[in-house]
């Protein structure tokens, strides 16, 4: 048996192979033979048409079967069918013609989604012929391929004209259609007459398919395309009686319905709403639709727009906007709002063109009723803007609105369940229907007042959102709402979820609550520009994942280099500099700038400070742990009430995502630096070089150390301003000891350490007034004082030596006061040379004194005539009578020899004294003060004051070693 099977195929595929071999020899002329198309004689009771899933749910048992086929290979051929699509499929096959179970894709038409195009394929063909343009909804559209086996040339018609032609077989054999098959019109056969796939159905009505086993020529083409004739196939034949419907709707419609391209969809519209709102909420939601309350110019346009809405009305939908009359009730586009009798259009608040349809008496509410509706025979009455009626909305071009929230896969062209573009599209359940491009709907379930999102591929998965109809606001989907999400959404499950429908467009503008747009900029800047101040709620620009790790230290984005931890710092003052202590205390603020690649943030402003994180936000991040090393108390960098953390604004957003409920701009955290500053108070010890004190310059440091992340990973760099600078001083540069001198903020490369490090040097300067006037100057008076005992009696030696002594000891006590403010060290400062100096000096000077005063003679020492002396001795009890002694002692100031001066050589020596202590004096304060100020006025170049203390500081450590 199963050689017999296997006999009849081979002899099948034999018998096509000959033929075809023997049809590509037969000679042909350039034109074909005429031929005679077999013409509808029953056109006027109307043309055969086929509705498939006009209710939009994706069916695998939607279809037709032609009841026949053909038994003869067909080389050349025509191949038309004319449709209307209602939805979209993934693929939408409108007919697919099998061979056998395995070779099922003989001749196929369909549109491919992911591909926006229609394509014709025959089997054995190089090429399929494609026409890449997808068809309005609800716009017949007819098309037809014509193949000429005998050149290999195709020819594909769009509605009559031609859109491609070329080869179908190339360098290959043409290959015919095989007989014996099975015609599916609506679904794709994986299999004879099976194997279907929703997913790849066709959701649209179809007619006039019709296949010839020749090639028509273009004006019959043209002829059928223009409705101007109906002809059948004689291979396949649009005749119902030929055809076996499969849960499809059918009907006869007028030859001219089928050419009627008044209308394509995408142009203007008009929508009658049946619920009765105030005129302001409608005028607000017709235009968060993307449309308006239509506002006529003339009497003419207005009674044209009238006919046009009129048609719309359906009874038991719109029995609420009808008078006892018939009348259509209905908002019109014009208020008195802003100027009484003055009437309006809303929007531009530009006067009407015309006086309006007024009935009679009316307007003739006053200030009170400033808002227009239509009455009996299309007149107008003038009633309160809160009163309630129904409302008409006019688009200009077809709606388009955004449904936001859904996850990608959700939403993905091929194989997503959901659609996120949508427009109301007629009624369900007398409701407006808001249907998807062919995925998903929304439809209103009166018995539960709730809108469901449903999906058109698997009805159990669908959200809901309640509607309360008291409440306008509350009453449409449109905008951003709550939904409870019952499953197929992200993959929730019984769960809420934030979702927003709306007409804004996305990276540009914002949608508010309500669904009004405003500018992506106006979104948290601080002003309320929503009607329902929506745009300054969750303004929060930081959001964190839960699988965010705020212990683990961001890695660079290129995955190798190192985060670089941008450093500045602003000392605000040095309250206390301690030279006795060795150390100083600065309150500075501590800023670090890094960026995060694992955050994303959201809705930044163009102004730093505004873009502030929230102490719970700032605690839940990364940020660097900075150890200060050379503090006096081991401490380091806090994170809390304190710290302040701002984002600064870098880059370009990322592409509008509708995945996100609330439109955003998002920017990455590769590109955006978050910036942390807080105050800190710190007392930092500090190696102080007292050479020169006091005219000294000191060069202290504050040491930042990293930790939690070797330098591998976490590098320093000097946060510069505009002057290249890393730090600044703000307090008072002129302390009460100390001049504040530059500052510099580097990075230590210490090739010996695993952490980055860096430092702040600061150079101070001592004031060395203050010892001018109390060590310098009182030393200096002490030293006049003791000086001024050279001019004392020279042989006064006793208070020479008691006021020298007394400045001394003055001069000590001095001594003892300095040393008592500065720390002790192993080398002599230069005060210290100035008050031994001072002390040394008055005890020369009382060593001089000692040394002068050997040279005073005792007080009678004799003249240099030694005869006086015998004179002398006369004057004796033994000497003569007293007129001899009287006229004896006379002659020692009138007879007598020279006297002896006997402090002449002390004088010598306290006058060489005098000289010598003030040459030595000038020497000394030459010298000192040379060096001082020389030192204390030198240029003070922090670079250059670093390096020598970083010098002095590698010396130290080596002598240690």
């Known amino acids: 048996m199963a050689k017999g099977v296997g006999f009849i195929f081979f002899s099948r595929y034999a018998a096509v192979g000959w033929l075809a071999i023997f049809s590509s020899l037969v000679p042909q002329t350039v034109g074909q033979a005429a031929y005679k198309l077999i013409q509808n004689e029953n056109a006027g009771s109307g043309i055969y048409v086929a509705h498939l899933q006009k209710n939009g749910y994706a069916k695998d048992d939607t279809s037709l079967r032609y009841n026949g086929t053909f038994y003869e290979p067909l080389m050349s051929y025509t191949f038309c069918h004319r449709f209307q699509l209602y939805y979209t499929r993934p693929r939408m096959y409108i007919t697919t013609y099998a061979y056998d179970n395995t070779e099922t894709n003989e001749l196929y038409s369909e549109y491919h989604l992911g591909r926006s195009a229609f394509r014709v394929c025959k089997r054995g063909t190089k090429f399929c012929s494609w026409h890449r343009e997808m068809p309005p909804f609800n716009w017949w559209r007819q098309i037809c391929i014509t193949y000429d086996a005998f050149r290999d040339v ?19 054999q043409v290959q015919p259609i095989r007989p014996g098959g099975i015609f599916v019109v609506g679904q794709d056969q994986d299999e004879l007459d ?97 449309g308006e309350i239509p506002v006529p110019d003339s009497a003419e346009q207005y009674h044209e727009l009238m006919d046009n809405v009129e048609d719309l009305l359906v009874a038991d939908i719109h029995e609420r906007c009808l008078h006892a009359s018939g009348s259509l009730l209905t908002w019109v586009g014009s208020t008195d709002k802003w100027q009484e009798g003055l009437w309006v259009n809303p929007y531009t608040q530009e006067p009407l063109n015309w006086d309006g349809f007024w009935d009679s008496g009316y307007p003739h509410g ?24 129904c409302v008409v909305c006019h688009f200009a071009t077809r709606m388009n609105l955004t449904m936001r929230g859904f996850c990608p896969g959700d939403i993905k062209t091929m194989e997503g369940s959901f659609d996120n573009q949508y427009f109301i599209d007629g009624y369900k359940n007398k409701k407006a229907h808001w249907r998807g491009l062919g995925k998903s709907h929304i439809y209103y379930l009166p018995l539960t007042k709730t809108w469901r999102l449903e999906s058109f591929y698997e009805t159990d998965q669908f959200a809901l959102l309640a509607a309360d109809d008291s409440v306008p606001r509350a009453f449409y989907p449109l905008g951003r709402h709550h939904w409870e999400i019952n499953k197929g959404v992200c993959q929730l499950e019984h769960t809420g979820r934030q979702m927003t429908i709306t007409k804004c467009v996305g990276g540009e503008e914002f949608t508010c609550n309500d669904g009004t747009c405003v500018q992506m900029y106006q979104r948290c800047n601080l002003i309320e520009d929503c009607p329902d101040y929506s745009d300054e709620e969750n303004c929060d620009i930081l959001q964190i994942d839960d699988g965010y790790k705020s212990e683990l230290f961001p890695r660079h984005p290129d995955g190798h280099s190192a985060v670089e931890i941008h450093v500045g710092v602003e000392i605000l003052a040095l309250p206390k500099i301690d030279t006795l202590g060795l150390s100083f205390t600065s309150d500075f603020d501590l800023l670090m700038r890094w960026i995060d ?17 929230s102490s719970r936000i700032q605690s839940g991040i990364w940020s660097p742990k900075l150890g200060f090393t050379n503090a ?22 990322a592409p509008d995502d509708v995945s996100r409920g609330v439109e955003a701009s998002v920017y990455s955290g590769a590109d955006c630096y978050i910036l942390q500053k807080r105050e800190y108070f710190v007392d930092w010890t500090c190696d102080y070089n007292l050479l020169f004190y006091p005219f000294d310059t000191q060069v202290c440091k504050m ?48 090739s010996d350490s695993k952490y980055a490090q860096m430092k702040v040097s600061l150079s101070i300067t001592r004031r060395w007034f203050y010892f001018g006037i109390n060590v310098f100057l009182q030393s200096v008076l002490l030293l006049a004082v003791a000086y001024m005992t050279f001019y004392y009696r020279v042989d006064n030696f006793q208070d020479r030596v008691m006021v020298s002594i007394t ?155």
Request: net charge negative; aromatic share 14%; proline share 2%.
């Open 703 to 750: 040491m930042f150390e990293m930790t939690g992340g070797t330098k591998d990973y976490l590098t320093f760099a000097v946060d510069r301003d505009e002057e290249g600078k890393g730090v600044h001083y703000q307090g008072d540069v002129l302390l009460l000891e100390y001049t504040v001198g530059e500052m510099m903020l580097k990075v230590v490369n210490d």
């Open 807 to 961: 400045c001394m000891l003055v001069i000590a006590n001095v001594q003892s006061s300095i040393n008592e403010m500065v720390p002790r060290t192993s080398y002599l400062k230069m005060i210290d040379y100035f008050l031994m100096y001072s002390f040394n000096i008055i005890i020369v000077v009382m060593v001089y004194h000692t040394y002068q005063a050997t040279h005073v003679e005792e007080q009678f020492a004799p003249n240099e005539d030694d005869k006086a002396m015998e004179r002398v001795k006369k004057l004796g009890p033994t000497g003569g009578s007293a007129n001899e002694k009287n006229k004896l002692w006379n002659s020692f100031f009138i007879e007598g020899g020279e006297a002896v001066d006997k402090l002449e050589e002390a004088r010598r020596v306290n006058k060489q004294g005098q000289i010598i202590f003030v040459v030595a004096f000038l020497i000394f304060q030459i010298i000192f003060w040379s060096v001082g100020l020389s030192e204390y006025f030198s240029e003070k170049k922090i670079e250059k004051l670093t390096e020598l203390e970083e010098l002095r500081e590698k010396i130290s450590a080596q002598g240690e070693h």
């Open 632 to 653: 006096k108390i081991i401490g380091g960098t806090l994170v809390d009430d304190t710290t302040a953390t701002i984002v600064e604004k870098n880059g370009f957003p």
């Open 597 to 613: 690649p694992r955050l994303t943030f959201f809705d930044l402003r163009e102004l730093t400070e505004l873009n502030s994180l």
């Open 194 to 290: 099976g194997g279907y796939n929703k997913r790849q159905s066709w959701a649209g009505a179809i007619t006039q398919y019709n296949l010839w086993d020749f090639a028509i020529e273009d004006y019959d083409i043209e002829n059928m395309a223009e409705c101007r004739s109906d002809v059948f196939g004689n291979i396949v034949r649009w005749d119902q009686d030929f055809w076996m419907e499969r849960n499809v709707y059918t009907e006869f419609l007028p030859t001219f319905q089928l050419c009627d391209h008044s209308s394509d969809g995408n142009g203007p519209s008009y929508f009658l709403f049946p619920e009765q709102f105030d005129f302001w909420f409608f005028s607000s939601f017709c235009k968060n639709l993307g």
């Open 154 to 172: 195709y020819k594909l018609y769009v509605d009559g004209e031609k859109v491609d032609s070329g080869s179908f077989a190339g360098e290959n």
């Open 366 to 389: 006053g200030t009170a009723q400033n808002c227009a509706m239509t009455y009996v025979d299309r007149r107008w009455h003038d009633d309160y803007c809160d009163a309630k009626s």
